[in-house]
Protein backbone atom coordinates (compact mmCIF):
# COMPACT_ATOMS: atom_id res chain seq x y z
CA UNK A 1 0.00 0.00 0.00
CA UNK A 2 1.37 3.55 -0.81
CA UNK A 3 1.74 6.33 1.88
CA UNK A 4 -0.56 8.63 0.75
CA UNK A 5 -4.27 8.91 -0.51
CA UNK A 6 -5.03 12.07 -2.92
CA UNK A 7 -8.64 12.49 -2.94
CA UNK A 8 -9.57 14.97 -6.08
CA UNK A 9 -12.56 16.45 -7.11
CA UNK A 10 -12.79 17.32 -10.57
CA UNK A 11 -15.23 19.87 -10.16
CA UNK A 12 -12.95 22.11 -8.35
CA UNK A 13 -12.15 25.72 -9.93
CA UNK A 14 -15.71 25.64 -12.42
CA UNK A 15 -13.98 22.09 -13.52
CA UNK A 16 -10.77 23.33 -14.76
CA UNK A 17 -8.62 21.96 -12.40
CA UNK A 18 -7.56 18.90 -14.18
CA UNK A 19 -4.26 20.06 -15.97
CA UNK A 20 -3.65 21.68 -12.40
CA UNK A 21 -4.30 17.96 -10.65
CA UNK A 22 -2.22 16.46 -13.48
CA UNK A 23 0.89 18.56 -12.97
CA UNK A 24 0.71 18.02 -9.19
CA UNK A 25 1.09 14.15 -9.92
CA UNK A 26 4.32 14.78 -11.73
CA UNK A 27 5.55 16.85 -9.29
CA UNK A 28 4.56 14.08 -6.23
CA UNK A 29 6.15 11.43 -8.39
CA UNK A 30 9.27 13.61 -9.31
CA UNK A 31 9.91 14.49 -5.28
CA UNK A 32 9.37 10.34 -4.58
CA UNK A 33 6.42 10.64 -3.05
CA UNK A 34 4.29 7.32 -2.28
CA UNK A 35 0.46 8.02 -3.23
CA UNK A 36 -2.44 6.35 -4.58
CA UNK A 37 -5.11 8.88 -5.78
CA UNK A 38 -8.67 8.50 -6.15
CA UNK A 39 -11.59 11.45 -7.81
CA UNK A 40 -14.94 11.85 -6.19
CA UNK A 41 -17.89 11.75 -7.74
CA UNK A 42 -20.86 13.58 -5.87
CA UNK A 43 -21.20 16.22 -3.12
CA UNK A 44 -20.39 14.40 -0.16
CA UNK A 45 -18.07 11.77 -1.74
CA UNK A 46 -15.45 12.94 -0.11
CA UNK A 47 -16.64 12.15 3.30
CA UNK A 48 -17.04 8.38 2.72
CA UNK A 49 -14.11 8.19 0.63
CA UNK A 50 -11.63 9.71 3.37
CA UNK A 51 -13.26 7.96 6.35
CA UNK A 52 -12.65 4.68 4.30
CA UNK A 53 -9.24 5.44 3.42
CA UNK A 54 -8.59 6.55 6.51
CA UNK A 55 -9.36 3.05 7.78
CA UNK A 56 -6.98 1.91 5.75
CA UNK A 57 -4.38 3.57 7.00
CA UNK A 58 -3.47 6.14 4.30
CA UNK A 59 -2.10 9.55 4.96
CA UNK A 60 -5.05 12.31 3.39
CA UNK A 61 -4.35 14.62 1.06
CA UNK A 62 -7.52 16.63 0.07
CA UNK A 63 -7.03 18.11 -3.77
CA UNK A 64 -9.77 20.98 -4.77
CA UNK A 65 -11.16 23.75 -3.40
CA UNK A 66 -12.44 24.47 0.20
CA UNK A 67 -15.58 22.44 -0.15
CA UNK A 68 -13.66 19.37 -0.96
CA UNK A 69 -11.25 20.46 2.06
CA UNK A 70 -13.69 20.58 4.23
CA UNK A 71 -14.96 16.71 3.43
CA UNK A 72 -11.69 15.25 3.47
CA UNK A 73 -11.47 16.90 7.10
CA UNK A 74 -14.55 15.41 8.20
CA UNK A 75 -14.21 12.07 6.77
CA UNK A 76 -11.05 11.43 9.01
CA UNK A 77 -12.50 13.04 11.77
CA UNK A 78 -15.46 10.17 11.89
CA UNK A 79 -13.14 7.62 11.05
CA UNK A 80 -12.30 6.34 14.27
CA UNK A 81 -8.55 6.95 13.01
CA UNK A 82 -6.13 10.29 13.24
CA UNK A 83 -3.71 9.77 10.11
CA UNK A 84 -1.88 12.91 9.28
CA UNK A 85 -4.05 15.14 6.71
CA UNK A 86 -2.42 17.64 4.39
CA UNK A 87 -3.64 19.67 1.23
CA UNK A 88 -3.44 20.66 -2.43
CA UNK A 89 -5.40 24.09 -2.93
CA UNK A 90 -6.43 23.60 -6.50
CA UNK A 91 -10.12 25.40 -6.01
CA UNK A 92 -11.96 28.80 -6.56
CA UNK A 93 -11.18 29.04 -2.92
CA UNK A 94 -8.26 28.28 -1.13
CA UNK A 95 -8.81 29.47 2.21
CA UNK A 96 -8.80 26.11 4.20
CA UNK A 97 -4.64 25.52 3.10
CA UNK A 98 -3.98 28.94 3.93
CA UNK A 99 -5.34 28.92 7.12
CA UNK A 100 -2.70 26.49 8.00
CA UNK A 101 -0.25 28.48 5.95
CA UNK A 102 -0.24 26.72 2.81
CA UNK A 103 0.52 28.80 -0.22
CA UNK A 104 -2.26 28.53 -3.63
CA UNK A 105 0.98 27.06 -5.46
CA UNK A 106 0.57 23.51 -6.58
CA UNK A 107 4.41 22.66 -6.35
CA UNK A 108 5.09 24.54 -3.33
CA UNK A 109 1.83 22.29 -2.16
CA UNK A 110 3.51 19.34 -3.08
CA UNK A 111 6.99 20.20 -1.52
CA UNK A 112 5.57 20.16 1.84
CA UNK A 113 3.99 17.12 1.74
CA UNK A 114 7.53 15.75 0.67
CA UNK A 115 9.21 17.32 3.09
CA UNK A 116 6.53 15.50 5.36
CA UNK A 117 6.55 18.59 8.62
CA UNK A 118 3.23 17.85 10.50
CA UNK A 119 2.29 20.23 13.59
CA UNK A 120 -1.38 20.28 15.60
CA UNK A 121 -3.36 23.36 14.96
CA UNK A 122 -6.60 24.27 16.16
CA UNK A 123 -10.09 23.60 14.72
CA UNK A 124 -13.36 24.54 15.26
CA UNK A 125 -16.63 22.33 15.64
CA UNK A 126 -20.10 23.53 14.39
CA UNK A 127 -23.36 21.59 16.54
CA UNK A 128 -26.57 22.22 15.43
CA UNK A 129 -29.13 19.53 17.07
CA UNK A 130 -26.21 17.14 18.40
CA UNK A 131 -24.98 17.40 14.35
CA UNK A 132 -21.23 18.13 14.19
CA UNK A 133 -19.27 19.24 11.51
CA UNK A 134 -15.92 20.11 11.80
CA UNK A 135 -14.10 22.87 10.58
CA UNK A 136 -10.18 24.78 10.02
CA UNK A 137 -11.49 27.85 8.41
CA UNK A 138 -14.59 29.97 9.73
CA UNK A 139 -18.14 29.82 10.49
CA UNK A 140 -20.51 32.72 9.58
CA UNK A 141 -23.88 33.23 9.38
CA UNK A 142 -26.17 35.90 7.89
CA UNK A 143 -24.72 37.93 4.87
CA UNK A 144 -21.78 35.84 3.82
CA UNK A 145 -23.40 32.85 3.97
CA UNK A 146 -25.99 33.93 1.56
CA UNK A 147 -22.88 35.09 -0.21
CA UNK A 148 -21.12 31.44 0.15
CA UNK A 149 -24.49 29.86 -1.25
CA UNK A 150 -24.89 32.37 -4.30
CA UNK A 151 -21.27 31.20 -4.90
CA UNK A 152 -21.71 27.83 -4.99
CA UNK A 153 -24.29 28.47 -7.34
CA UNK A 154 -21.81 30.37 -9.80
CA UNK A 155 -18.93 28.07 -9.51
CA UNK A 156 -19.87 26.58 -13.07
CA UNK A 157 -19.69 30.31 -14.81
CA UNK A 158 -16.49 31.99 -12.73
CA UNK A 159 -13.88 31.02 -10.81
CA UNK A 160 -11.57 32.19 -8.11
CA UNK A 161 -12.04 35.67 -6.34
CA UNK A 162 -14.55 37.26 -8.67
CA UNK A 163 -17.02 34.11 -8.20
CA UNK A 164 -17.29 35.80 -4.59
CA UNK A 165 -17.42 39.12 -5.99
CA UNK A 166 -20.11 38.77 -8.30
CA UNK A 167 -21.81 36.60 -5.36
CA UNK A 168 -21.66 39.76 -2.75
CA UNK A 169 -23.19 42.21 -5.44
CA UNK A 170 -25.70 40.10 -6.39
CA UNK A 171 -26.45 39.14 -2.23
CA UNK A 172 -26.26 42.92 -1.75
CA UNK A 173 -29.22 43.51 -4.25
CA UNK A 174 -32.04 42.23 -1.05
CA UNK A 175 -30.17 41.31 2.36
CA UNK A 176 -31.83 42.73 5.25
CA UNK A 177 -30.16 42.27 8.19
CA UNK A 178 -31.81 40.83 11.39
CA UNK A 179 -32.03 40.86 14.70
CA UNK A 180 -29.65 37.89 16.47
CA UNK A 181 -28.01 37.06 19.74
CA UNK A 182 -24.42 36.30 20.00
CA UNK A 183 -23.15 34.31 23.17
CA UNK A 184 -19.46 34.14 24.16
CA UNK A 185 -17.17 33.48 27.06
CA UNK A 186 -17.02 36.46 28.10
CA UNK A 187 -19.13 38.68 25.94
CA UNK A 188 -22.56 38.87 24.58
CA UNK A 189 -23.83 40.80 21.48
CA UNK A 190 -27.58 41.21 20.84
CA UNK A 191 -28.69 43.79 18.29
CA UNK A 192 -29.59 43.81 14.34
CA UNK A 193 -26.53 42.27 12.48
CA UNK A 194 -25.65 41.74 8.84
CA UNK A 195 -23.41 38.90 9.71
CA UNK A 196 -21.52 37.23 12.65
CA UNK A 197 -18.23 35.25 11.90
CA UNK A 198 -16.26 32.54 13.81
CA UNK A 199 -12.90 32.10 12.79
CA UNK A 200 -10.50 29.63 13.55
CA UNK A 201 -8.73 30.57 10.69
CA UNK A 202 -8.92 33.95 9.23
CA UNK A 203 -9.93 33.96 5.75
CA UNK A 204 -13.01 33.02 3.53
CA UNK A 205 -14.53 33.49 0.28
CA UNK A 206 -10.73 33.68 -1.58
CA UNK A 207 -9.09 35.58 1.00
CA UNK A 208 -11.12 38.07 2.75
CA UNK A 209 -10.04 38.31 6.13
CA UNK A 210 -13.10 38.33 7.64
CA UNK A 211 -11.46 37.16 10.84
CA UNK A 212 -7.84 38.51 10.81
CA UNK A 213 -6.44 37.88 14.37
CA UNK A 214 -7.89 34.15 14.21
CA UNK A 215 -4.86 31.95 14.54
CA UNK A 216 -4.66 28.06 14.59
CA UNK A 217 -2.26 28.23 18.06
CA UNK A 218 -4.02 30.52 20.48
CA UNK A 219 -6.51 28.02 21.88
CA UNK A 220 -9.98 30.14 20.40
CA UNK A 221 -12.17 31.78 17.99
CA UNK A 222 -12.14 35.17 16.64
CA UNK A 223 -15.59 36.41 16.18
CA UNK A 224 -16.49 39.35 14.29
CA UNK A 225 -20.08 40.76 14.46
CA UNK A 226 -21.11 43.57 11.62
CA UNK A 227 -23.78 45.21 13.38
CA UNK A 228 -26.46 47.24 11.68
CA UNK A 229 -24.71 48.39 8.27
CA UNK A 230 -26.12 49.81 5.49
CA UNK A 231 -25.51 48.05 1.87
CA UNK A 232 -24.00 50.82 0.48
CA UNK A 233 -21.40 51.06 3.36
CA UNK A 234 -20.94 47.35 3.21
CA UNK A 235 -20.49 47.29 -0.42
CA UNK A 236 -17.97 51.46 0.00
CA UNK A 237 -15.94 48.87 2.52
CA UNK A 238 -15.87 45.86 0.61
CA UNK A 239 -11.95 45.77 -0.46
CA UNK A 240 -10.58 46.20 3.05
CA UNK A 241 -11.16 42.83 4.41
CA UNK A 242 -9.15 41.96 1.72
CA UNK A 243 -5.69 43.74 3.02
CA UNK A 244 -7.14 43.27 7.00
CA UNK A 245 -8.37 47.23 7.69
CA UNK A 246 -11.80 46.58 8.07
CA UNK A 247 -12.01 45.94 12.02
CA UNK A 248 -11.48 49.82 13.10
CA UNK A 249 -14.78 50.27 11.05
CA UNK A 250 -17.65 52.14 12.85
CA UNK A 251 -20.47 48.95 14.06
CA UNK A 252 -17.55 46.08 13.31
CA UNK A 253 -17.36 44.43 16.80
CA UNK A 254 -14.57 42.34 17.44
CA UNK A 255 -14.13 39.43 20.47
CA UNK A 256 -12.37 36.35 21.43
CA UNK A 257 -14.29 33.52 22.51
CA UNK A 258 -13.43 29.47 22.62
CA UNK A 259 -17.66 29.08 22.90
CA UNK A 260 -20.17 30.78 20.34
CA UNK A 261 -24.13 30.60 20.49
CA UNK A 262 -25.73 32.28 17.41
CA UNK A 263 -29.56 32.56 18.03
CA UNK A 264 -32.80 34.66 16.37
CA UNK A 265 -33.82 37.38 19.08
CA UNK A 266 -37.67 37.03 17.08
CA UNK A 267 -38.78 33.47 16.50
CA UNK A 268 -40.85 34.96 13.92
CA UNK A 269 -38.25 36.08 11.65
CA UNK A 270 -36.99 33.94 8.94
CA UNK A 271 -33.54 32.29 10.77
CA UNK A 272 -30.06 33.46 9.20
CA UNK A 273 -28.49 30.49 7.36
CA UNK A 274 -24.83 29.60 8.31
CA UNK A 275 -22.38 28.22 6.65
CA UNK A 276 -18.26 26.67 7.83
CA UNK A 277 -15.78 26.46 5.05
CA UNK A 278 -17.81 27.28 2.34
CA UNK A 279 -20.67 24.57 2.84
CA UNK A 280 -23.99 26.08 3.71
CA UNK A 281 -25.50 23.56 5.99
CA UNK A 282 -28.72 25.29 7.45
CA UNK A 283 -30.60 27.85 9.45
CA UNK A 284 -29.09 29.37 13.00
CA UNK A 285 -29.41 28.53 15.97
CA UNK A 286 -26.10 26.61 16.17
CA UNK A 287 -23.20 26.56 18.70
CA UNK A 288 -19.21 26.68 18.05
CA UNK A 289 -16.60 25.47 20.03
CA UNK A 290 -12.82 25.83 19.50
CA UNK A 291 -10.59 22.52 20.45
CA UNK A 292 -6.89 23.22 21.31
CA UNK A 293 -4.10 21.31 19.07
CA UNK A 294 -7.34 19.51 17.51
CA UNK A 295 -5.39 17.83 14.86
CA UNK A 296 -2.32 17.05 13.26
CA UNK A 297 -1.84 18.27 9.80
CA UNK A 298 1.12 18.04 6.97
CA UNK A 299 2.23 21.81 6.79
CA UNK A 300 4.70 24.04 6.32
CA UNK A 301 7.06 25.02 9.01
CA UNK A 302 6.26 28.82 8.90
CA UNK A 303 3.03 30.45 7.79
CA UNK A 304 3.95 31.08 4.25
CA UNK A 305 0.44 32.66 3.92
CA UNK A 306 0.87 35.42 6.26
CA UNK A 307 4.33 35.92 4.91
CA UNK A 308 3.71 36.63 1.74
CA UNK A 309 0.88 38.59 2.62
CA UNK A 310 3.14 40.45 4.97
CA UNK A 311 5.18 41.24 1.62
CA UNK A 312 2.80 41.91 -0.44
CA UNK A 313 1.06 44.26 1.48
CA UNK A 314 4.77 46.28 2.60
CA UNK A 315 4.49 48.82 0.02
CA UNK A 316 0.90 49.41 0.68
CA UNK A 317 1.76 50.02 4.61
CA UNK A 318 4.68 52.03 4.24
CA UNK A 319 3.38 54.67 1.58
CA UNK A 320 1.02 55.42 4.40
CA UNK A 321 -2.12 54.53 2.22
CA UNK A 322 -3.57 53.07 5.93
CA UNK A 323 -3.46 54.09 9.29
CA UNK A 324 -3.92 51.34 10.47
CA UNK A 325 -1.64 47.88 10.98
CA UNK A 326 -0.04 45.68 9.33
CA UNK A 327 -0.41 41.97 10.70
CA UNK A 328 3.45 40.60 11.13
CA UNK A 329 4.67 37.02 12.19
CA UNK A 330 6.13 36.44 14.93
CA UNK A 331 9.40 34.19 16.05
CA UNK A 332 7.37 31.56 17.25
CA UNK A 333 4.18 30.82 16.31
CA UNK A 334 1.53 32.10 13.43
CA UNK A 335 -0.01 34.25 15.83
CA UNK A 336 -0.38 38.05 14.30
CA UNK A 337 0.38 41.00 16.24
CA UNK A 338 -0.40 44.64 15.19
CA UNK A 339 2.07 46.57 14.38
CA UNK A 340 1.18 50.87 14.32
CA UNK A 341 2.09 51.80 10.94
CA UNK A 342 4.38 55.22 9.71
CA UNK A 343 1.60 56.39 7.61
Known amino acids: MKDYALIYNPSSAAGKSRPVFDLALKTLQDLNVSFDSFKTEYPGHGISLARDLAKDGYRVIGCGGDGTCNEVFNGVMTSGKRPLVGFIPMGSGNDI ?23 SCDIGVAVKNDEKRYFIGIGSQGFDAEVTRRANKGKKRFSGTWNYVIATIAASLYYKNKNIRVTMDNDTFEGEATLAAVGNGPSYGGWMYMCCEACIHDGSFHVVVLGDLSKFRVMMNFTKMYYKQHLSLQKIHSYNSKRVKIEMVHAKDKPFQYQVDGEVLGPI ?49 CRATKKQSQG
Open 97 to 119: PGAIGILPDIKRACEVIAEGFSE
Open 285 to 333: PVSYEAIPDGYEFIKPRENEVLLEFNKKYADFIQQGKTKDYIWMRTKDS
